[in-house]
């Protein structure tokens, strides 16, 4: 499994995702997000943009992360649970 991380978007969308950097041209998406849930503020967790697609990888710009840290244990366990 990639580092799990918890990414604050700057359109205040809260994921949970695997996240591995890409190389590539400059101003293609650096960023590939793998498996993200989006978490919602009742503790739920969704998969990112099930409505619109069946991938679970994507690739965004960096520039689009306000800021990336390391989920608690319990956001670890539930995530974990969820891609089994």
Same mark, same amino acid.
């Given at each position: 499994m990639k580092p799990l991380k918890v990414l604050v978007?700057? #359109?205040d969308i809260?994921? @949970?995702s695997q996240i591995e950097e890409v190389s590539g041209e @400059?101003?293609? =998406?650096d960023c590939k997000l @793998?498996? =993200?849930f989006t978490?919602?503020? #009742?503790g739920t967790m969704s998969p990112?943009? %099930?409505? %619109?697609t069946g991938q679970n990888e994507f690739k965004i710009h960096s520039d689009k992360i306000l800021t990336i840290v390391d989920p608690n244990g319990k956001l670890t366990?539930?995530?974990t649970d969820l891609v089994k």
């Open positions: 978007l700057t #359109n809260i994921l @949970i @400059i101003g293609e =998406p @793998i498996e =993200p978490l919602h503020e #009742n990112w943009l %099930v409505d %619109v366990d539930k995530y």
